[in-house]
């Protein structure tokens, strides 16, 4: 049974950092690909980043890139996001999710198992 638990989210105040992790169990998880995505309250959910099976490629939003890392660390079954000059738009409830059968995309239709996600606020 795969589970994901994220953690690591919190109150930060504008141009802050944050570290979010995802700890995988349940999978062969250096098999896997791995993305983040975040909903924010009366918005739809929306990919942040994903990263391939090896660490080698990664994907970004946009509106986070040069700003959010994703890394993973197969020792540990466990994938980053690292935050930095973090925005009161970055305000969400952050998850992880992945699945078997991908590689990298930004489609959160690809993906069929998801943690509970962690919130993340950011003040002005």
């Known amino acids: 049974q795969v589970q994901l638990v994220e953690s690591g989210g919190g109150l930060v105040q504008a141009g802050g950092s944050l570290r979010l992790s995802c700890a995988a169990s349940g999978l ?3 098999r896997y ?3 983040w995505f975040r909903q924010a309250p009366g918005k ?3 990919f942040v980043a994903t990263i391939n099976w090896s660490g080698s490629f990664t ?3 946009d509106s986070v890139k040069g700003r959010f890392t994703i890394s993973r660390d197969s020792a540990k079954n466990t994938v980053y996001l690292q935050m930095n000059n973090l ?8 998850s992880c999710a992945t699945d078997p059968g991908i590689s990298t995309t930004r489609d959160q239709r690809d993906y069929n198992y998801w943690g509970q996600g962690t919130q ?3 003040s002005p």
């Open 33 to 35: 690909s791995m993305g």
């Open 59 to 61: 994907i970004y939003a």
């Open 87 to 94: 925005r009161p738009d970055d305000t969400a409830v952050y």
């Open 44 to 46: 739809e959910r929306e």
């Open 28 to 30: 062969t998880f250096s």
């Open 120 to 122: 993340v606020t950011v």
